[in-house]
């Protein structure tokens, strides 16, 4: 069974850092793609930033040159470090673990985590 337990989020102000991490269990983590995500009240939940088991990157427009993933394979755990956070930023952030799986891709979530930046 698969689980991802996400910590690290709180509020912060404006200008502020965090750092998101989401520890998960029971998958194999190294041979897949994380990936941290967020929704907004009243929003869409949207993709913030991936990494590859090999270490390729993406990141969406709005986070570029301020959110960096990371993941520790030894330790099955994925990072967001979030800095410079504005206001518009905050949202709860979900952490995915996409398994390829033998008939089709299959999406894992955790529980999300509150992230607020106050102005």
Request: overall charge positive; glycine content about 14%; charged content about 15%.
């Amino acid at each position: 069974q698969v689980q991802l337990v996400e910590s690290g989020g709180g509020l912060v102000q404006a200008g502020g850092s965090l750092r998101l991490s989401c520890a998960a269990s029971g998958s194999t983590f190294s041979l897949n793609v994380m990936g941290w995500h967020r929704q907004a009240p009243g929003k869409q939940r949207e993709l913030v930033a991936s990494i590859t088991s090999g270490g390729n990157t993406y990141y969406a427009d709005s986070v570029k040159g301020r959110f960096t993933i990371s993941r520790g394979n030894a330790k099955n755990t994925v990072y967001l470090q979030m800095n410079s956070l504005k206001p518009e930023d905050t949202a709860v952030y979900y952490c995915n673990e996409k398994d390829p799986g033998p008939y089709g891709s299959i999406d894992y979530w955790g529980q999300g985590t509150q992230v607020t930046v106050s102005s």
